[in-house]
Structures are given as structure tokens and as C-alpha cells.
């Protein structure tokens, strides 16, 4: 009879119990919210971004919102007497790169898909050059552009081809 009673008791309690509620929230560092009598907007800056599929009326984006964002990258500092600069980031078609350096050195230019499937390789000896790729061939997604040269310079960009 005891067992009986304790159980009931742990039963109720638990029928009582109050826990934690959660609403769908985001913190991010800039946003806003902007609604009319035909659609609603909702921007938010900050967030990760996973996937975006999108047509030409419509932009869905899983988990997170930023149907529209720009990067650009700013040309670094010499680093061993070397300097890369890529651009435009993201890109529709043509992809630039700004190589300048104070020696002639070997470089070893590389783009690869997001599962690292190298769709450009080349090795160049260079001074100071541009090179320009053409982009239109390839799908729309995440790149990966690696440079590297004989004297242990390295950057990998990320590019964004639309």
C-alpha cells in the first residue's frame, strides 16, 4: 500500500512540475523586422550560414536567415615578401587574383569543390601577376582557392560562386 501511495505521489508531482519553455529565438548582431499589408521581412547579420536554395522569386534558407551578403577581402600585408588578393568574393563568373612578390618564386594555384575535388591546378612562376578564371563553367556553391609557394606561404579563400 506504501508503493502505491509513493508512486501516486511521484505521479502528481511530476503532473505539477514546471520546466523551462523555449521560443524560437536569434541573437545576432544587427537585424530588423519590416511588415506591410502584402509580405513581411525579417533581416538578421551574424548568423551562420548553411545552405541557401533559391529561384528567381524565392530564397529559402535552411536554419538561419541571410538571403543576401557580401564579402570582400582586403588586400593582407606582405608576409615573407608575398601578397594575395582575391576578387570579387562572392562571384557570378570571373575570379581575380593579385599576386605580388619581391622575389621570383613558385606558386601552386589550386580551386577545389567543398568535397575537395581539385577543378583547377596550376603551378606558376610569378614576380607580380593577375590571373583571371573563369567561374561560369562551375555550379553555384563554396570553393576553396589554395595558394602556395616554395617559400611556406599559404592562404586557402574561401569563394562563393553564385
Not at 545552405?51 to 608576409?79: A, H, M, P
Request: aromatic share 8%; charged share 20%.
Amino acid at each position: 500500500m506504501k508503493l502505491i501511495i509513493i508512486a501516486l505521489l511521484l505521479v502528481i508531482s511530476g503532473l505539477n512540475a514546471q520546466s523551462q519553455s523555449l521560443s524560437p529565438e536569434v541573437i545576432t548582431t544587427v537585424g530588423d523586422y519590416f511588415t506591410n499589408s502584402y509580405a513581411s521581412l525579417s533581416i538578421t547579420i551574424g548568423e551562420l550560414a548553411t545552405e541557401t536554395v533559391s529561384n528567381s522569386n524565392n530564397i529559402l534558407t535552411q536554419g538561419f536567415q541571410q538571403s543576401q551578403y557580401f564579402t570582400v577581402d582586403i588586400e593582407e600585408n606582405k608576409k615573407n615578401g608575398f601578397a594575395v588578393t582575391v576578387f570579387p568574393n562572392p562571384t557570378n563568373d570571373i575570379l581575380n587574383i593579385d599576386i605580388k612578390t619581391e622575389q621570383n618564386l613558385n606558386t601552386r594555384i589550386q580551386l577545389c569543390d567543398e568535397n575537395g575535388k581539385i577543378l583547377i591546378d596550376e603551378n606558376i612562376k610569378v614576380l607580380e601577376t593577375s590571373r583571371k578564371y573563369d567561374l561560369k563553367i562551375f555550379a553555384a556553391g563554396l570553393y576553396f582557392l589554395k595558394i602556395k609557394t616554395d617559400n611556406d606561404y599559404s592562404k586557402t579563400v574561401k569563394i562563393i560562386k553564385r
